[in-house]
């Protein structure tokens, strides 16, 4: 495991970036290579050059074609360096091919994207999923990450054969090294499946556990300012770093929006364009939090020159994980960048109901909580309730989420007047009032 982790991992070296486009889909691939640019600053390597190309087809040995593939070995020489990152996803034998023309180590976008990962992950089930996900994607590039795979026990000759390997005791059929290595590699995948399977359950049951109170889930490319808005909105203390991929484990934390009602509010791993699939199902437990939610919080980072594609990038993930069609409330950071104020103005267009918010500055945030609160409580409804004393279950929930007018109490039971939500009266209904009447 640990020659697989050496392999895959990016160290401080010069980088050249590559990005490849056929050239029938007409445009340019990722804006520029912005966000590889930024990806790759965050794995710690220092980029020297970019080099984008237009392809009138994918070429099946080194993707950009051998006559490209020698330009980029020009510039690699020039430059000084020694890893050529891909803002495509290469095939091992593609790999293969230009490692030999270039003779400098090829890493494509997934496998840079896992390195981060690797390096962000602090809790055990973190360190799991991002595991899992190196595997899987390793697991099919074995053949280029061993150059030892000669027969390593015994050889078809038998005893005394010329090529016979091992001694006494060690001959036989045989094996080679890749064989014994997928073996490995696939028992240790089962081994993490079965140890995340255990994991999602009880996030599941956690989850569930929660159902009196109403969830809300934060959603957004990375680096938008959802774990910023966490921390402006309670006192979660999440790690605030700019860079991609700083929160990789999810927290929750109780959010009081108005003096009656509390929800619950969860960070949740940032999105990406061309997430790797793999990485995202890997990820499965992380993301139930999403999946779970009552309303999702989509954190838009509005003063970036790719803020539509993020946009586009968080749908399409949302809709891999089952969310598409939740409710949805888009919430406009980083209002105090001036600079990208047209950005604004088009989001506003397409999102009439979107917050426009500083979570640096706390602009706007209590018009957040009203909007959350009313996503939350619905059409406003008058009732009266006849509760016994002992329902202390009951009673908590009527302070914690209702506005009470009045509150009758005799030996054994308590009359209540309160303003609820719409949206709550199955919650209400769930704790069996002994009495309940709608006034208006």
Sequence with gaps: MDNIREKVKVRRERAVLVAAQVRARGGVIYNDLAELKALAESAGAIVVDQFQQKISRINPSTYIGSGKAEM?????????????????????????????IIETKIIDRSELILDIF?????TRQAKLQVELAQLQYTYPRLTKMWSHLDTVAGAA????????????????????????????????????????????????????????????????????????LMNALTDAGVLVEDRLFATLD???KKWTIDKASEVLLSDTVGFISHLPHHLVASFKATLEEAVHADLLLHVVDISSDDVFDQIKSVDLVLEEIGCGKKDMLVCLNKADVLAKASNLEALLSIYPEAI?????????????????????????????????????????????????????????????????GSSQMPDLKRLKPKSLRIID
């Design 356 to 420: 426009c918010v500083s979570a640096k500055t706390s602009l706007n945030l209590d018009q957040l909580a009203a909007a959350v609160l009313a996503r939350y409580r619905g059409t406003n409804v008058t009732v009266q309730l006849t509760i016994d004393l002992a329902q202390g279950k009951l009673i908590s929930f009527l302070h914690a989420n209702t506005e009470i007018l009045s509150e009758d109490y005799t030996d054994n039971t308590v009359t209540i007047k309160a303003i609820i």
């Design 157 to 228: 000759g038998g005893a005394g054969a010329i090529g016979a390997v091992g001694g006494i005791g060690t001959r036989g059929t045989g094996e080679k090294q890749l064989e014994i290595d997928r073996r490995l590699v696939n028992s240790r995948i089962t081994e993490l499946k079965r140890e995340l399977v255990g994991i999602d359950k009880r996030k599941l049951r956690e989850i569930k556990g929660r159902k009196e109170l109403f969830k809300v889930g934060l959603v957004g490319y990375t680096n938008a300012g959802k774990s910023t």
């Design 118 to 122: 690797a390096t962000r992950a602090r």
């Design 72 to 100: 980029l070995a020009d510039r690699v020489e020039r430059f000084e360096a020694d890893v050529v990152i891909f803002d495509n996803d290469l095939s091992p034998g593609q790999i293969r091919e230009l490692e030999s």
């Design 250 to 252: 999810t927290r929750t």
